[in-house]
């Protein structure tokens, strides 16, 4: 077996300030911060703490998070698959537009998209007078918030998958095909497995985007108390009341989730490493 041998032409200082650099900047942007939103967060007690989550704005609020970024992960992961195997599967005219067109809000304001929410679907938007003729609400309500949401979270999973989906080719696919299996089967049995860490790790950073989201929902959620304020808009209503501890108390439950999610990312590739180093020794 080969060996792969790295060459470092750095002398032994550069290294070390470079190293000191790098974690030095992970402690005071990263580290440092997450640290002191749980400092703060018991800093009056864990009663006043729990009796913060417990606040019936603050439940309304979780609750409305989970259930927006369940829709928008859901949303997501179908057009992601669906996306990705258009583009790495088939040639058609304006493929590089479906592919410049997902990648859209990375570059589009969340802001700017909450205003066209507003534009469209709005009171005096373009469609609505005609929502209101038939009583359906959009903009400050639920609906909004899961379009906005699911704008912003679009290229999380498709982005995964396209990449994967080119690298690994047709040829499996074809030979189940061949073999006789429907494309149901050859899609369940063949493209899914081979798909699953991809997946995965597009819906763990879809659901962190989501449920993190305030510029987009923000515009969009009217900033309506118990009804359609989102965990990061409750931070900021709380703060602004200058309750401090439940406002970091919150901030902490979305820090939680960034470390969770953290640390999921972490699981499925150490898991990834460790099956491909399996087929490799097979």
């Known amino acids: 077996m080969s060996r792969r041998v790295v060459r470092v032409t750095e002398s032994a200082p550069v290294r070390w300030a470079l190293t000191a650099a790098a974690l030095g900047f992970t402690f005071l942007f990263l580290l440092l911060p997450l640290a002191s939103v749980v400092v703060q967060a018991f800093a ?3 009663d006043t703490y729990l009796s913060a989550l417990a606040d019936p704005d603050t439940l309304s609020a979780i609750r409305l998070t989970v259930i927006v ?4 992960v859901a949303l997501n992961v ?7 195997w258009c583009i790495a ?14 990648d859209v809000p990375f570059s589009v304001s969340p802001v700017i998209a909450g205003m066209v929410q507003v534009l469209l679907f709005g009171l005096r938007g373009w469609l609505g007078p005609l929502l209101q003729q038939h009583d359906l609400r959009v903009v400050f309500a639920l609906p909004g918030i899961v379009l906005a949401t699911v704008f912003v979270t679009l290229p999380f999973v498709a982005r995964e ?8 080719g047709a040829e499996e696919e074809e030979a189940a095909i061949s073999l006789g299996a429907s494309g149901w089967q050859t899609f369940l049995r063949v493209t899914l497995p081979n798909l699953r860490w991809g997946l995965l790790y597009g819906v763990l950073l879809c659901n962190a985007r989501a449920m ?4 987009a ?3 969009v959620s009217g900033h309506i108390r118990g009804a359609t304020n989102t965990m990061p808009l409750q931070v900021e209503i709380l703060f602004n009341d200058y309750q401090i501890e439940a406002a970091f108390a919150v901030a902490s439950l979305l820090a939680l989730l ?16 460790s099956e491909l180093a399996a087929t490799r020794r097979r």
Request: glycine content about 10%; cysteine-free.
């Open 69 to 72: 970024a369940l829709i928008a």
């Open 217 to 219: 929902v923000s515009v």
């Open 212 to 215: 993190g989201e305030f510029g």
């Open 258 to 273: 960034a470390l969770v999610t953290l640390g999921a990312k972490l699981l499925l590739e150490w898991r990834h490493a």
């Open 89 to 102: 599967r088939f040639t058609f005219r304006g493929r590089n537009l479906l592919v410049t067109l997902i």
């Open 44 to 46: 009056a007690g864990l």
């Open 78 to 84: 179908v057009f992601g698959v669906a996306a990705a």
């Open 161 to 168: 998958l396209i990449p994967l989906m080119e690298e690994q």
